[in-house]
């Protein structure tokens, strides 16, 4: 009986492993493909599936398309590597000081302004891209990294994650930090941040990822090539250029992934922690 | 209120400050002046420039290119959001066991969600090529398909939609299975334990036990994921551009149309309020749906 | 806390990094349409042309953008953000929206004052495309006015005698009749191919006397769905129905090829775009190919009206308001719709130049010179006047479609056209 039951468990475990593997399989199999595509030579046609190994790799593409002589693809790059950089400093920064108040700090008309920015979490992009539009309009500021990065200064989202995370931290070493005569912003940046590595992690993490292929962002409030984003950049590299120059499309798309998977990869260890943080009321 | 408390009320207001006046320029003041827009007849090309009051909002309740939209939206919320958490949750479930590098799957099986929209959507146009796209190879393999017909999934009306819905599950998985993952942590082992002992089978502790201890988090994943499908728009502008015949012209995608197109930047206001307005309206019933199944379990 | 001290480094290290600044070099930036495939032949040409005025104007660095798409909406996205480039191409079929609101400069002025330039160089009628009253919004670079082919062989074969141009559209039926073979799968030469692509038949409603919008270009309804515009498209759809002397859509589908171009089709409306396919003309079995560009002639579009409608198709260069180097880009557009300049760059054939000098030099076979006479009755493109134009050439597509494909009735198809444009218009 206890050889059935052992032979059930083993079963079940192949069975598992089979299931994951198929679905890793399908849901890896455009990427590996767009990888593989990259290294043929360019304006090759698409490959069928038994030639899809490239014969001789060229790795060339990358160079192709960075170097384009028409479209600044390395300059569409440092946009949006500015712009991320900015705005994950920015916001973790300005997001942090308001968790930490609302965790920590006790201010008048505190519950109802957490429930304002609970409730923007619910109000959806697409009511307030026209107004912000004329504002930036108004500011002088379309076409430049203002418009890109001042937007995303803050998110409600990761106000709500931090305040988690912070709630969870011991009130006793703010406390007897304080008791130290150290200030608040000492407090926050010496002691929350780094017991609530998880929670920034993920925020900062979440918030490189969202910046890197935000794609309607750069589209209306960018206008001149220069000003692109390296998201809005491969759009527009696939109509210009690519075309049906498919391993030159997928180089491109490969260089836009590429920063996306670095950070992710390294992030992700704090993710289901971060999540769980977040969701579990 | 004491000096000390007064110093930390000024304190809190000061921590709170930068996000406070960027939540009241970036989401408050928008939204008013949002409102305010919809009143126009406003095109920014032509300056021209008319108050109207409600005209906005009448001409789009009776404009039949923006009920396609609705409906298109509401096409693609209906079958791919439950379609995906249905997905998500079983995938959630697999992944759940104690299996020796079960984490390096959770972290693949994430890595679509994480995609460029742009690129996703150009690895997407090549999975369905009429020749030698992904697809129609596995169907002339399947012998579905021969040589000579081939399938053109994109520019074809009757299954453009369906191949955004295939998208939307496949970008989907990653957080959903997170959430679920999460959702799975906290129902207690002890109620496997005990239902097994009753002589359960899987599939009614299933049933019985993971399904209404999932309801929050089942009732989070909707409603975030209702919200989002009903505002796509990067996969409309890279694959379909709102064809062929506008049967993927989903809500978001005519709302662009009309805003930065036509530059009718009055009549997207209003248009985009009606989709707020229809959003809210689902998230309600979503609501009130599953907290009524709450709450006949924990009666 | 390291993750965002590293963020910090890498901002301040990318702070650093700013592009070399030559504070003596001015960048004119010039938007143009199209893919920016950059090792075709016209492309090289393009950039040899960009070069030479960089060499003669030193510390001037032209830059070429090529917006792939929408590419209208982009330019007037820029005006509105204030980021125009400092010249842009224009389309007559679009230009519209940029000629009625101030987006361009009005360079009247400019011409008055600058003796080297003279306006009268160009075509006077293509020009016209880009005059509002007094003011000039543009300089035309080439241009092609709508003409129908017709296939000398398939003619002659026939024993038919080439049409002259002065035809009406009992005459233009019987001439296609008379050339078209409907005999057996093989041998099949059809009289006209007929093409459900608007600005290649909106010719056809005027030549019956009816139009698309009112004269002020308002208004669709009462002239879209015109009886006379209804008794075109009965015209057009008994063509490929009832005389056989058309393909319909999708045995046109079908052959996966253009008609004409393969030799199956003996008339066609085109502009001059299409001699490059037709000089380049699929071959057949043994080679050969399938039309002779030498055997082909143009001649007037069928015309029940006195005189003979057409329209033609134009790009030319303007200068965006808001151009900060105006003297500069005036020289550009000198320097590209000069003389010198054109007799190189036209050389790709696609289209007539819109200097009378180089249009002249260049008419150097009958083919050519075919196509001038034909210039002086074309019409400016509705969408040079009417913002907006393209969804009425959707709609009236859609229209042509309806009827051909699902048997609507023109009368009923023309006035669903009608109230969708009417809708769409009320939107501005």
């Known amino acids: 009986m206890k050889e059935f039951a052992h032979f059930r468990h083993i079963a079940k475990a192949v069975a598992s492993y089979a299931a994951m593997l198929l679905i890793a399989g399908f849901l890896m199999a455009p990427f590996v493909w767009m990888v593989l595509v990259a290294l043929h030579p360019p304006k090759s046609p698409i490959p069928a599936i038994d030639e899809l190994w490239p014969v001789k790799p060229d790795f060339g593409n990358f160079g192709r398309v960075l170097t384009n002589p028409h479209l600044p693809v390395a300059r569409f790059f440092l946009n949006s590597v500015v712009v991320a950089g900015a705005v994950v400093v920015g916001q973790l920064a300005v997001s942090a000081c308001a968790a930490y108040a609302f965790a920590r700090l006790r201010f008048a008309g505190r519950g109802i302004l957490f429930a304002a920015f609970l409730g923007s979490m619910m109000i959806g992009g697409a009511a307030t891209q026209i107004p912000v539009y004329l504002m930036l309009r108004s500011f002088g500021w379309l076409d430049t990294y203002a418009a890109l990065i001042v937007p995303g200064l803050s998110s409600a989202f990761s106000v709500f994650l931090l305040r988690q995370a912070f709630s969870t931290v011991p009130a006793e070493l703010g406390e007897a930090a304080r008791l130290d005569g150290a200030g608040e912003m000492r407090i926050l940046a010496g002691i929350f941040v780094p017991l609530s590595r998880a929670a920034v992690a993920t925020c900062a993490t979440f918030t490189f990822i969202g910046v890197w292929t935000d794609f309607f962002g750069p589209l209306i409030y960018t206008n001149s090539i220069s000003m692109r984003t390296v998201e809005v950049g491969l759009s527009i590299y696939k109509n210009a250029y690519g075309g049906t120059n498919w391993p030159l499309q997928m180089s491109a798309a490969v260089i836009v992934m590429a920063p996306l998977l670095l950070v992710f990869l390294i992030g992700q260890r704090y993710f289901v922690r971060g999540i769980t943080l977040g969701s579990i009321k | ?77 209906a079958v791919g959001v439950p379609l995906g958490m249905a997905l998500a949750l079983a995938v959630a479930l697999l992944v759940n066991q104690r299996l020796r590098g079960v984490t390096i799957f959770r972290t693949l099986y994430y890595i679509p969600a994480i995609s460029s929209g742009v690129a996703t959507a150009m690895l997407w146009i090549y999975v369905f090529l009429p020749t030698n796209g992904l697809v129609n190879v596995v169907l002339l393999w399947l012998h579905v398909n021969d040589k000579t017909h081939t399938t053109d999934f994109i520019n074809n009306a009757s299954t453009a939609m369906w191949v955004l819905v295939v998208m939307s599950v496949f970008t989907g998985l990653g957080p959903r299975m997170v959430l679920y993952l999460a959702g799975l942590v906290g129902i207690p082992g002890s109620l496997y334990e005990a239902a097994s002992l009753d002589g359960a089978s899987g599939w009614s502790s299933f049933k019985r036990i993971t399904l209404p201890m999932l309801l929050p988090t089942s009732l989070f994943v909707l409603v975030t994921s209702t919200i989002s499908a009903m505002q796509l728009f990067t996969p409309v502008y890279m694959i379909t551009k709102g064809g062929p015949d506008m049967t993927t012209d989903v809500v978001g995608y005519h709302i662009y149309t009309e805003a930065w197109v036509d530059f009718n930047v009055g009549l997207a206001s209003a248009k985009s309020f009606i989709l707020l307005v229809a959003i809210a309206g689902i998230s309600i019933v979503q609501f009130r749906l599953v907290r009524a199944n709450l709450a006949d379990y924990s009666a | 806390m390291s993750l965002r001290r590293w963020w910090c480094v890498l901002l301040l290290a990318l702070a650093g990094c700013q592009p070399s600044h030559n504070p003596n070099a001015i960048t004119l930036r010039i938007a143009t349409w199209g893919t920016g495939e950059d090792d075709s032949d016209y492309a ?86 880009a005059r509002r009253g007094s003011a000039v919004y543009a300089i035309p670079q080439d241009f092609t006015p709508m003409v129908m082919y017709y296939n000398k062989r398939l003619f002659d074969r026939a024993q038919v005698p080439y049409p002259d141009g002065s035809w009406n559209f009992e005459r233009f039926r019987q001439v296609a009749r008379a050339v078209t073979i409907n005999e057996g799968e093989k041998n099949e030469r059809f009289g006209y191919a007929f093409s459900n692509w608007m600005p290649g038949w909106v010719m056809w409603l005027w030549n019956n006397g009816g139009d698309v919008l009112t004269e002020d270009g308002t208004r669709a309804a009462g002239s879209l769905n015109s009886p006379q515009n209804a008794q075109t498209f009965r015209f057009l759809r008994d063509l490929i129905e009832v005389d056989h002397v058309s393909p319909s859509p999708s045995m046109t589908a079908a052959m996966g090829v253009d008609p004409f171009v393969s030799g199956r089709a003996a008339m066609t409306i085109s502009g001059h775009w299409s001699l490059i396919d037709y000089k380049n003309a699929p071959k057949d079995r043994n080679g050969q190919p399938k039309l002779d560009w030498r055997e082909l002639g143009v001649t007037a579009v069928p015309h029940n009206t006195p005189l003979a409608n057409t329209v033609m198709y134009e790009s030319g260069y303007a200068i965006p308001t808001g151009c900060r180097h105006l003297d500069l880009a005036w ?57 907006g134009y393209d969804f009425v050439e959707t709609q009236g597509a859609s229209a042509m479609s309806s009827v051909l494909l699902n048997g609507a009735d023109p009368l009923a198809a023309l006035k669903t056209a009608a109230e969708r444009i009417d809708l769409e218009f009320a939107k501005r």
């Open chain 3, 44 to 129: 090289k040409k393009c950039d040899a042309i960009d070069h030479e005025f960089e060499r003669e104007n030193p510390g001037v660095k032209i830059v070429r953008e090529t917006i792939p798409e929408q590419y209208v909406q982009a330019m007037v996205m820029a005006h509105v953000a204030g980021a125009s480039p400092d010249i842009m191409m224009l389309d007559a079929s679009s230009a519209a929206v940029f000629m009625n609101n101030g987006i361009v400069t009005d360079l009247a002025p400019i011409i008055a004052k600058d003796p080297e330039f003279r306006l009268d160089d160009y075509f006077p009628n293509v020009v016209d495309i």
């Open chain 3, 331 to 387: 020289r550009y557009v000198k320097y590209m719709t000069s003389r010198r300049v054109q007799m190189d760059y036209n050389s790709s054939g696609i289209a007539i130049d819109a200097r009378k000098d180089v249009a002249q030099a260049r008419a150097v076979d009958p083919l050519e010179r075919a196509f001038l006479p034909l210039v002086a009755t074309a019409r400016a493109p509705r969408g040079s006047r009417v913002e």
């Open chain 2, 1 to 77: 209120m004491t000096r000390l408390q007064r110093r930390e009320s000024l304190l809190g207001w000061a921590f709170v400050g930068p996000a406070t006046a960027h939540l009241a320029l970036f989401a408050l003041f928008p939204i008013a002046y949002a409102a305010y827009v919809s009143t126009f007849k406003w095109n920014i090309a032509n300056g021209h420039h008319a108050f109207v009051g409600g005209g906005n909002y009448a001409f789009s309740l009776r404009e039949q290119a923006f009920w396609n939209a609705l409906w298109n939206s509401f096409r693609y919320t």
